[in-house]
């Protein structure tokens, strides 16, 4: 079973692979995305992280309100994703 973990507050700077080098040391990590804006192609500040279930609880214990890249970090567990209405143009 595996955790889908929401990451905020991330530096501009902070890179899919920070994210997996900081989630790595509390146990496997699945995937790691930092969300760009599709427009300018720059982050948007948040990601997700997936990893097992117990790793992924003592993760977010661990790193909420952690520094990285001069940020203090809001980890939680990740909302489901709610269905948007589609655009009719």
């Known amino acids: 079973m595996a955790t889908n973990i929401y990451v905020g507050n991330l530096s501009y700077q902070s890179s899919e692979q ?6 790595e040391q509390y146990g496997e990590v699945f ?15 948040f ?3 997936e990893m097992e ?9 661990a790193l909420n309100g952690r520094e990285l890249d001069g940020r ?3 980890v939680n567990e990740a909302k489901p994703r709610e269905a948007r209405p589609q655009k009719r143009w």
Do not use: C, H, P, Y
């Open 31 to 45: 995937s790691a995305k930092v969300v760009d804006d599709r427009d300018t192609g720059r982050s948007r500040g």
């Open 47 to 49: 990601g997700f992280v």
């Open 72 to 74: 203090s970090l809001n």
């Open 53 to 61: 279930t117990e790793a992924g609880q003592t993760a977010i214990a």
């Open 18 to 23: 920070d994210l997996r080098s900081l989630f």
